[in-house]
């Protein structure tokens, strides 16, 4: 199993215990910490409002990982219509949600990985059962987020998505 490899990084020298196969967004790329606190606005690790106008859910852009039973995934926000939001939010703790149909929306994370941005890849948000969250499926364009999601990636890439996230400005010196 790839994560139980472990790697010696190429930036730092140290031996890192395990390949990280998840990554996640802390808010969408558009919160602003002075929202904290706002009555119109709203952030948990799974849902943001900004200014009762703007409506994010955090899912997972799932990408298997060539040669082993692994799937790697950023854990990212994609914005919603406010009606899509809210169907999302009624349906949250509903047995059997995962047959609904997909939410179309925007993805609201920078993955400063990708060139170009990853900001407004239109996206379909996938309910899954409760107690998981939402698959996101990228729409099928020549983006290499796209790609890698629709063709995997193999473990040398997972290793330099580890290094470049974490020694993001080892290029800077």
Known sequence: ??????????????QHPAFPLNYSATAPYVWDESFSGRSDCLL???????????YF????????VIGSDDVFSWAVWVSLSRESFARAVDRS????????EP???????????????????????????????PLIELEPTDH?????????ITVDRVHEIAETVLHPHADDT
């Not at 199993?1 to 140290?14: E, K, N, P, Q, V």
């Not at 948990?44 to 703007?54: N, P």
């Not at 703790?93 to 609904?100: C, H, I, K, V």
């Not at 290499?144 to 995997?152: C, D, F, M, W, Y």
Request: negative net charge; charged residues 20%.
């Open 103 to 133: 939410y179309f929306g925007w993805l609201s994370t920078d993955l400063c990985l990708y060139s170009p941005t990853t900001i407004n890849l239109k996206t379909r948000v996938h309910a899954r059962p409760v107690g998981q969250r």
């Open 57 to 64: 859910v955090k899912g997972l852009i799932e990408i298997p």
């Open 44 to 54: 948990s690790s799974d849902q943001c409002v900004i200014q009762a106008q703007h």
């Open 144 to 152: 290499p987020l796209a790609v890698e999601q629709r063709t995997g």
């Open 1 to 14: 199993m790839t994560s139980d490899l472990g790697f010696t990084c190429s930036c730092c020298g140290a």
């Open 93 to 100: 703790d509903t047995p059997g949600r995962e047959a609904e």
